[in-house]
């Protein structure tokens, strides 16, 4: 169910800026993303690692704006779970990036991956993530 503008209480001003700076970070990763898939010399270990810490920075932006204390995890699927509890809507193509979560900071250490990864839908993933993170940043 959507929140009506009584629902949300306005986040302090530390809170948006912190929220802004997750939202800077995430478009630094998904800026490298982008320059790695265009010169196609980068292994899809590194590509998907900026793809999935960009996700998991706009997500965290969104918990922030929203006044959520933001866990200490780089899982999408329970980040997205954390928002969903606290009422934040979340579109389906924004739930769909929890398939970016293999390639957080702990699978970069020695876990191979034996899905694909799809370059392609990844960039779909991280932007879809980004309107949904901006929509919700420039609300507040």
Do not use: C
């Amino acid at each position: 169910m959507p929140l009506s503008a009584r629902d949300v209480s306005l986040p302090s001003p530390e809170s948006i800026e912190l929220a802004q700076q997750f939202f800077r970070k995430a478009v630094e990763d998904r800026e490298a993303m982008e320059i790695l898939i265009a010169s196609d010399r980068a292994a899809d270990a590194v590509v998907g690692f900026h793809a999935q810490q960009a996700v998991e920075k706009f997500a965290k932006a969104v918990l922030v704006a929203r006044d959520i204390e933001v866990p200490r995890t780089h899982d999408l699927r329970f980040l997205f779970d954390v928002a969903s509890a606290e009422r934040v809507e979340i579109p389906d193509a924004v739930q769909s990036s929890r398939w970016l979560t293999p390639w957080s900071v702990e699978f970069r250490y020695g876990d191979e991956i034996e899905d694909p990864f799809d370059r392609a839908a990844a960039i779909d993933s991280v932007r879809a993530v980004e309107r949904w993170a901006a929509d919700i940043l420039v609300a507040n």
